[in-house]
């Protein structure tokens, strides 16, 4: 083992995953990735100092080769499933962690969210007792359209609207196959095409309003859920949501007493009058710590692995650094079928205006009709100067980029030209 300080990475192949360990080997730590994937279907595996054949939910041998190695400090991106493992690897070995599970758990589930945000003034969504609707069956305080959900679920998996007591009831089984607590989340339905990505970074105790995007949302088919068609930094409403909510917003966060983390919070938006909606205890699925990256000249990902491997943060100073700039984050889709050939991605790097492609599919991954974000080929950050030519440059993208099934046919779409 080398004499760097080791940081053990759960899963090569989630989104980000390579990301992560690029960083962290830029930081001068050194990376090993786990996961019970050979390294040709685990893409941060071919670039860590060392790998390991271990299945992330393979706790028992974790911990053993864990302390044989002398490993400093573990940490996982965005998939859920790793990052619960994350946590409990690291109580079970007193490292340091930036979220326990206790704190997981009481923010994961969407009804606490809404009750702490209720405590601290923030404007939240009517929501209805479903324990009480699923045991009598009587919705005569329900006004539809309601959305159902699992209190614990994310990308849109489980999702449905409901316009009557009939589809309620259906609904909330659907729901009920995919939440692991055995609980669902009825409530009004809101505009889902516009909110807004609000995000914060605790560094040392303090939270940092790290930024706001307007996000736009669409639904795959009429049946799937709403999932991201586009997002631009910083939102149009910026000052207005600084100005009402931001401090209210920084005191629930206090609350909760993180030494560090990230932190990102979904709000409705109807022209400036925002409805919180859900909150999430790290990156989003697009990578959200690159637009902070770019706007305030710190990156949150080095902020969590710092605290992996020591337990305290370095002095950093966010502050805002760059503001003409449009900074854009455009999902393009895939269609069911099994991806045989990216054409144009080179042409894609090869541009002054791009940030980074987040790949979330590979070549040889099956696709099907999953109507969630399951179905993003790869989230694309781009800058421009204004949003009409970050629009031009989406349209650039899906002419530019071909991605072909098993059949020679093209597989990419998108939700939002």
Known sequence: MSEKKSLLVLGGKPIGSINVVEQAKAMGLYTIVTDYLEPQRSPAKL????????????????????????????????????????????????????????QWNRLENKENFKKLCAEYGLPITPYYDYEYIRSTGDTSNVEFPVITKPVDGSGSRGFSVCNNAEELMTAIEKALSFSETGKVLIEKCMDYKTSVIINYTVINKQVYFSGISDKYSAKITETGGPIMSFQYYPSL???????????????????????????????????????????????????????????????????????????????????????????????????????????????????????????????????????????????????????????????????????????????????YI
């Open 237 to 415: 409403y910026e000052k207005t949501y600084l100005e009402t909510l931001d401090d209210k917003a920084k005191k629930m966060i206090e609350s909760l007493g993180f030494d560090a983390g990230v932190v990102w919070i979904e709000a409705f938006n109807d022209n400036g009058k925002f409805t919180f909606n859900e909150l999430g205890l790290r990156f989003g699925g697009s990578l959200t710590y690159l637009p902070v990256q770019h706007f305030y000249g710190f990156s949150q990902l080095d902020v969590l692995m710092e605290y992996a491997v020591k337990g305290c943060n370095s002095q950093y100073s966010p502050k805002r650094i760059c503001s003409d700039d449009v900074y854009c984050i455009f999902p393009v889709h895939v269609k069911p079928g099994v991806i045989s050939k990216i054409i144009g991605m080179d042409k894609l790097e090869a541009s002054k205006e791009l940030v980074k492609v987040v790949p979330v599919h590979y070549i040889g991954d099956t696709i099907e009709m999953w109507n969630s974000a399951q179905q993003v080929f790869a989230y694309i950050h781009y800058v421009c100067t204004s949003r009409e030519k970050a629009k031009e440059f989406a349209k650039w993208i899906i002419n530019t980029l071909r991605i072909e099934d098993e059949n020679g046919e093209q597989m990419l779409f998108n939700l």
């Open 47 to 102: 670039i860590a100092d060392e790998a390991w054949d271990i299945s992330t939910a393979d706790i028992e041998k974790l911990e053993q080769m864990i302390k044989k190695n002398n490993v400093n400090g573990i940490f996982t991106g965005v998939h859920e499933f790793n990052i619960r493992k994350m946590m409990t690897l690291c109580e079970h070995l007193s490292l340091p962690c930036y979220c326990s599970t206790q």
